[in-house]
């Protein structure tokens, strides 16, 4: 059974750090693009960061400077370093992995990151 199990949120200051993590199991980690997306109250689900199967990274224009995205192959996991936090970022973030061939899509079940004084 596959499993994408995201870890590492939780309530920070503004300003302060989290690191999240997304260790994943029963695929080949290493051939997927792996996403984070996030999902604040009353909004879309949006994309965040990815990191593609050969290490080319990118992140949305808020994001950019303040979060890093990361993988291990060899742990099967995914990380999400994030820095300066803002209560903007308040939000469900989750994990997502994708392949073209063959087509395969995979979510997480989420993990809360709330940024309030």
């Known amino acids: 059974q596959v499993q994408f199990a995201e870890s590492g949120g939780g309530l920070v200051q503004p300003g302060g750090s989290l690191r999240l993590s997304c260790v994943v199991s029963?695929?080949?980690?290493?051939?997927?693009?792996m996403y984070w997306y996030r999902q604040a109250p009353g909004n879309e689900r949006e994309l965040v960061a990815s990191?593609?199967?050969?290490?080319?990274?990118d992140y949305v224009d808020g994001v950019r400077g303040r979060f890093t995205i990361s993988r291990d192959n060899a742990k099967n996991t995914v990380y999400l370093q994030m820095n300066s936090l803002k209560p903007e970022d308040t939000a469900v973030y989750y994990c997502?992995?994708?392949?073209?061939?063959?087509?395969?899509?995979?979510w997480g079940q989420g993990t809360q990151v709330i940024v309030s004084s």
């Open positions: 997502n992995g994708r392949r073209s061939f063959p087509a395969r899509n995979y």
């Open positions: 029963n695929i080949i980690f290493s051939a997927y693009d």
């Open positions: 990191i593609r199967s050969g290490g080319a990274s």
